[in-house]
């Protein structure tokens, strides 16, 4: 599975970015899906994920109520709408895929990862 990664910028607090990771390699319908991040200086982290099917989701509690991660599973694309984002936003952001897992939130649940995309966030 090779996954790749757009969408993110430069932004103010306040502002809405929608990141993309476009999936190829695999059928993408088997695949459970998550965001994480890592900021400078900060270990990776959890954001988000979303199920094989797309009807389970969860958040991770920094993130709940501005961030809606969907999937596309027709486009083999997952998508993490991000609102009111904050300075502490600021990281590049990762897609990964597991193919053991619909749901899971653990770096080492995951077995594919995408190259990152930068989200900059300014006060």
């Known amino acids: 599975v090779q996954l790749q990664a757009s969408g993110g910028g430069l932004v103010q607090a306040g502002d809405s970015l929608r990141l993309s990771c476009a999936a190829s390699?695999?059928?993408?319908?088997?695949?459970?899906m998550g965001w994480f991040r890592q900021a400078p200086g900060k270990e990776r982290e959890f954001v988000a994920r979303i199920s094989w099917s797309g009807s389970s989701t969860y958040y991770a509690e920094p993130v709940k109520g501005r961030f809606t991660i969907s999937r596309d599973n027709a486009k083999k694309t997952v998508y993490l709408q991000m609102n009111s984002l904050k300075p502490e936003d600021s990281a590049v952001y990762y897609c990964?895929?597991?193919?053991?897992?619909?749901?899971?939130?653990?770096?080492?649940?995951?077995?594919?990862w995408g190259q990152g995309t930068q989200v900059t966030v300014s006060s």
């Open positions: 990964a895929a597991s193919s053991r897992y619909s749901s899971a939130s653990q770096i080492r649940d995951y077995d594919y």
């Open positions: 390699g695999r059928t993408f319908s088997w695949l459970g």
